[in-house]
């Protein structure tokens, strides 16, 4: 069985930072899938935030989040990572690592349950 | 960056009534195209891939269809446990957008 873990999520003051981590477990060749980072403010509808590809030598942002985000991936741990700095109030969300169908062109196969950051002073 | 407009944004239904929601991209996404379900304080679940496609698990009574800029999630006989948000994602290019949500209540 496919399984997504998120970590890292906790309460930041605007300005700071925070690292999610999101370990997959439950399937096999690890690098042949991107695997996507969506958010969730509370009440609202889901954002795509981030993606990497299988291999990790390709990284894709919202611009809402375009320079103050990065993501990576450790492959040989099954584990992807969201570096988030200069943090603001609208960053507040549940946010979800999504395992892509494939290593493009990807729909969501399986979805973590959630790591909830709050950005507040 | 491509635009997804669902509607209805609410919808009331009954147990048994056979459901309609519909989806339109900004421009031409091919069947690059899924549908998710969402429950509360859960995270979604995919029910609908390559616009027409069902993952496996998910009850026949849902189907999608629709090409290029048009696309519905019907749900043949809505059963209780259906009673949920849902969310087309369009994934012909980055940045992949959702559409605002679906919410699908008791009337």
């Known amino acids: 069985e496919v399984q997504l873990l998120e970590s890292g999520g906790g309460l930041v003051q605007p300005g700071g930072s925070l690292r999610l981590s999101c370990a997959a477990s439950?399937?096999?060749?690890?690098?042949?899938?991107?695997l996507t980072w969506v958010r969730q403010a509370p009440g609202k509808g889901l954002e795509w935030v981030s993606e990497i590809s299988g291999g990790g030598e390709s990284t894709y942002y919202a611009d809402s989040v375009k320079g103050r985000f990065t993501v990576s991936r450790d492959n040989s741990k099954n584990t992807v990572y969201l570096q988030m700095s200069s943090l603001r109030a609208e960053d507040t969300a549940v946010y979800y690592c999504a395992k892509g169908s494939g290593y493009s062109n990807i729909w969501f196969t399986n979805w973590g349950q959630g790591t909830l950051v709050t950005v507040s002073s | 960056d491509i635009q997804m407009t669902q509607s209805p944004s609410s919808l009331y239904a009954s147990v048994g009534d056979r459901v309609t929601i519909t989806c339109r991209a900004s421009?031409?996404?091919?069947?690059?195209l899924a549908w998710y379900q969402q429950k509360p304080g859960k995270a979604p679940k995919a029910l609908v891939y390559?616009?027409?496609s069902l993952p496996s698990g998910v009850p026949s009574r849902f189907s999608g269809s629709g090409s290029g800029t048009d696309f519905t999630l019907t749900i043949s006989s809505l059963q209780p446990e259906d009673f949920a948000t849902y969310y087309c994602h369009q994934y012909n290019s980055n940045p992949s957008t959702f559409g605002q949500g679906t919410k699908l209540q008791i009337k």
């Open positions: 390559a616009a027409s």
């Open positions: 439950g399937f096999t060749f690890f690098d042949s899938f991107a």
């Open positions: 421009r031409d996404i091919s069947t690059w």
